[in-house]
């Protein structure tokens, strides 16, 4: 982008503190609970997020997609994995735990808030296959760029 010096950061925080205090004009950061909640008190402006569509926590936030970058999508993945050649059975009792823990009221609430999005049908075989497509996607652009994937 003509205009815009990319700055490294040690991390989200020190850069949005600085987003935050004036010190320099964006950031493309994680949405976060407490990011969401400066963009509601007026302290930063989400202009988009980089999700196929709008937060549930955060609904008023529209899409790159929505703002005209129509393959601008990258989000954010939390998952639980194994060494392999764990047992099925015990991947299983992990999955199963994990469903209990996305199911339960409270949990889901408090990470909506944060701006995650339980997915409901996850499990090894769902897990496997984002990270296979994930890596398709995004190999072509990472060699693009002239990083090395090992």
């Not at 950061?9 to 493309?28: R, S």
């Not at 400066?38 to 202009?47: N, S």
């Not at 999955?95 to 409901?120: C, F, I, M, N, W």
């Amino acid at each position: 982008m003509p205009g815009i010096v990319h700055v490294p950061y040690k991390g989200g925080g020190p850069a949005i503190t600085d987003l935050v205090g004036g010190q320099i004009p964006i950031v493309f950061a994680n949405v976060t609970g407490q990011i969401i909640e400066l963009h509601r008190t007026g302290k930063l402006r989400i202009v988009a997020v980089t999700t196929p569509s709008r937060l549930i926590g955060a609904p008023d936030i529209p899409t790159a997609v929505e703002q005209g970058l129509d393959k601008m999508i990258s989000q954010n993945f939390i998952g639980l994995f194994a060494p392999k050649g764990t047992p099925a059975a015990i991947l299983e009792q992990i999955a199963q735990a994990s469903r209990v823990a996305r199911g339960d009221a409270d949990y889901r609430k408090l990470l909506l808030a944060s701006g995650q999005e339980p997915v409901k049908e996850s499990g090894p075989g769902y897990t496997l296959a984002f990270v296979k497509d994930e890596l398709a996607r995004w190999t072509p652009i990472i060699k693009a760029t002239g990083l090395r994937i090992d």
